[in-house]
Every structure is written in C-alpha cells, then in structure tokens.
C-alpha cells in the first residue's frame, strides 16, 4: 500500500495550487488523513487533517482560511487546495496515514512560492 502525492510545482505569491494524495491498493474510507509540509532547515509540522468518520477537519494556524483539505467520495484521494500562497508556503508537501497502526507516508511534492 502507498500514498503518491502530486499537484505541486512553482506559483506565484498570491497563486494557488491543489495537492492531491492517491491511495494506491487501499482506500481511505477509514482512516485519518494527515497533510505535513517541510521547509529547508526546518523540522516537519502539521497542517491539515481530516477524519474518517465525520469529514471533520483541522488547521494549523498558519494556514486557516487559505487552505482546505477534502476526500473524494470514492474515498482513494484526499486534496490540499492552497490559494493566497505566499514565501513561507514554500516546502516539500506530504500526506500521511497510518494503516493497522503502521504510518504510511507519501513521496513528497514541492510547491515553491516565488516571483
């Protein structure tokens, strides 16, 4: 079982992009899906997430009101829409699961925010 990421690439300040997150030999019906980023020289941190059970969703601070994570109805993608990206956006994007209590991450995306 894999996550495969895509969707990212460069975009201007201001610019959108919308990540997605493949589930390849399972669905995602029931877990929990995870969105990190990491930026050079800095640790890995959390941005969204979304429930398997209510669609319920969380955001770090950093990013609420520009970004909204979702799931499709056939439950094999989450996406990540990004819009108002600024500099500080710029990272390697995951997703991330854990399956019988096994993490599962995904390759990685870049988005890079640049003029």
């Known amino acids: 079982v894999q996550l495969v990421e895509s969707g990212g690439g460069l975009v201007q300040p201001g610019g959108s992009l919308r990540l997605s997150c493949a589930a390849s030999k399972f669905t995602l019906d029931y877990y929990v899906i995870g969105w990190f980023r990491q930026a050079p020289g800095k640790e890995r941190e959390g941005v969204s997430c979304?429930?398997?059970?209510?669609?319920?969703?969380y955001y770090a601070e950093s990013v609420k009101g520009r970004f909204t994570v979702s799931r499709d109805k056939a439950q094999t993608t989450s996406y990540l829409q990004m819009i108002s990206l600024t500099p500080e956006d710029t990272a390697v994007y995951y997703c991330?699961?854990?399956?019988?209590?096994?993490?599962?991450w995904g390759q990685g995306t870049q988005v890079t925010v640049s003029s």
């Open positions: 991330m699961t854990a399956v019988a209590g096994t993490p599962i």
């Open positions: 979304i429930s398997s059970s209510d669609g319920s969703t």
